[in-house]
């Protein structure tokens, strides 16, 4: 136990023996979890997250006492998820369409016009988070609660009214869908994390970015773009997720703490994101972003190229991805 200690240490550089020990231990009454998300302190996730934390610490009269690292300052977003699995650390944030490389139903949030309102964002997550939660439960993994951004809109440096001005461009993605909505429209994708957004548009590195209003006003966004064109394409949710071994561990007090505690950071992680919609929609057009709604030309576009991602998404997910689709389409 102790070189295994000494081992994550010396790697990670950022675990404490104690944390390790807690972590490790069958007998202790006392649990001290380090938690890694991906993005900065204000940002509406880390805010419900950090409450989340306190919400544990307080009902279980510190039994169980989680630290929230945020923006990536311990482990990056992309190593959240097999961090948690490992069990590295016992607890994480990651946005939940990362894993759609290796199971295309974690990309079913990301799909352009599936669900691009809160109502309909709702129903799919009701109609998925069963079937998602068995497929964490295979990795050793516990699916605890999930909060999706504000719907995702196209920012550029000039007025998109047909989609044809983004042929060539080179676009931010973050994910799968990003990627392939870039793709789709002629766009050139480049993967760049929400820490990085605001230097990869200062060195030319992205010209435009799809993301939330979220993302855009905390990256000050005024200051590398002009325009937001608010389409509504897709919610992405971000989901907490628990390695199971760890939570095993837990008093059967501090386990119903946990899933308690989730349970509100859920629903108030949904009516903070509507807020936050508006809030940062109003902070950009302030600063001088001009706010547009897609024209008639550019959500026909947008809304073929939905169908064809639609269509590849089916096949990538299988029999499961069709189940999941006609739950969702029945409510």
Do not use: C
Request: zero cysteines; proline letters at 4%.
């Amino acid at each position: 136990m102790l070189f295994k200690a000494k081992k994550i240490k010396s790697k990670l550089q950022y675990f404490t023996a104690a944390t390790v020990l807690a972590f490790g231990a069958t007998n202790l009454q006392a649990a001290e979890w380090d938690m890694p998300t991906p993005y900065g302190d204000t940002n509406f996730h880390t805010v419900n997250i950090t409450q989340f934390a306190n919400d544990v610490r307080e009902a279980t009269s510190g039994e169980l006492d989680i630290t929230v690292h945020s923006g990536g300052s311990l482990i990056k977003h992309a190593d959240i998820k097999n961090s948690v699995r490992r069990g590295l650390v016992p607890i994480g944030e990651v946005i939940m369409s990362r894993l759609a490389n290796e199971d295309a139903l974690f990309e079913v949030d990301s799909v352009p016009y599936l669900a691009s309102n809160y109502e309909e964002a709702w129903d799919l997550w009701q109609a998925s988070k069963g079937v998602l939660s068995e497929r964490l439960k295979k990795q050793r993994l516990m699916l605890l609660f999930a909060v999706p951004w504000p719907p995702q809109g196209i920012y550029t440096s000039f007025p998109v009214e047909t989609g044809e001005e983004l042929r060539g461009v080179k676009m931010r993605a973050y994910n799968k869908s990003s990627e392939q909505i870039a793709n789709l429209l002629g766009a050139l994708p480049t993967q760049v994390e929400v820490p990085d957004i605001p230097t990869a548009f200062g060195t030319g590195r992205v010209d435009a970015m799809i993301t939330s209003p979220s993302t855009g006003a905390n990256t000050r966004a005024w200051d590398y773009l002009t325009d937001f064109n608010h389409a509504q394409l897709w919610l992405p949710k971000n989901m907490v997720i628990i390695n199971a071994k760890a939570f095993d561990r837990l008093s059967d007090d501090a386990k119903a703490a946990v899933k308690a505690a989730a349970e509100r950071a859920e629903k108030r992680g949904w009516e903070a994101s509507k807020q936050e919609t508006e809030a940062k929609i109003a902070i950009m057009r302030d600063n001088g972003i001009q706010i547009s709604k897609p024209s008639g030309i550019l959500t026909q576009r947008l809304k073929a190229v939905s169908e064809t991602m639609t269509g590849e998404w089916l096949k990538r997910a299988g029999k499961d991805g069709v189940t999941l689709l006609k739950a969702y389409q029945s409510n």
